[in-house]
């Protein structure tokens, strides 16, 4: 049976949903470990970026009356880089078992609280005008938006794990370069899908489906 969709009764349905106990643990859990990440990444990057504390260390070992060349510099700083990889790799097998369980989460949802069944709703609607239409369009290119963000997440899990575990497996150890490139193009994909969901949802919030970001923390409707 086709529904309407009628804007001027109740425009924001769509986007205010009743969300499960897991999916909203899910998500916050999802959200810190993509946050920590990302700290971590910036940290590495600069603070404790190896090529860039070389000089820092040669100068401090100076100050004491020892006197090292470049390499050996670089060794000593690579050893907090090397500690920063370990956190790394921690936080990526969290994020392995969050994208696990999260399959796990969508098989076990109510029927009518899956992506899936969502999106089939959605296209059910017959909007009466054009704000509903509007509506429903932008609707199903957020649930589709989705579709991105787990094959990212999939793409980054994935690579992540054939980074951590190279050295166990032959055939890894050869393709490094590849893995580490496509592993960190998608990191930083992910870090630009998770700022624009950010801004959406505040956006969204504070006009026209409002309650959306409690939604995922009482549960919803």
Known sequence: M???????V???????QKNSV????????????????????????????????IKMVEERLASKGVTITDEQAFSVSHSFDDKMWDVHKLLGYGLAFLLLSRIVIELVQPGAQRVKARIKT???LTPQNITGQKLMKHYLFVKRGYIVFYLLLL???LTGLGLAFEHDFEFLDHFHKLIKKVHSFCQYLMYGYVFLHLCGVIIADNS???GIVSGMINGGE
């Open 208 to 210: 026209h489906s409002k």
């Open 155 to 157: 793409i980054i899990v």
């Open 10 to 16: 109740n425009p924001s349905s769509l986007f205010r």
């Open 22 to 53: 897991l999916i909203r643990i899910w998500h916050w859990l999802t959200f810190l470990t993509l946050t920590a990440i990302l700290i971590k990444v910036l940290i590495a990057s600069t603070a404790l970026d190896p090529r860039g504390n």
């Open 2 to 8: 086709v529904q309407s969709l009628n804007p001027s």
């Open 122 to 124: 959605a296209l059910k």
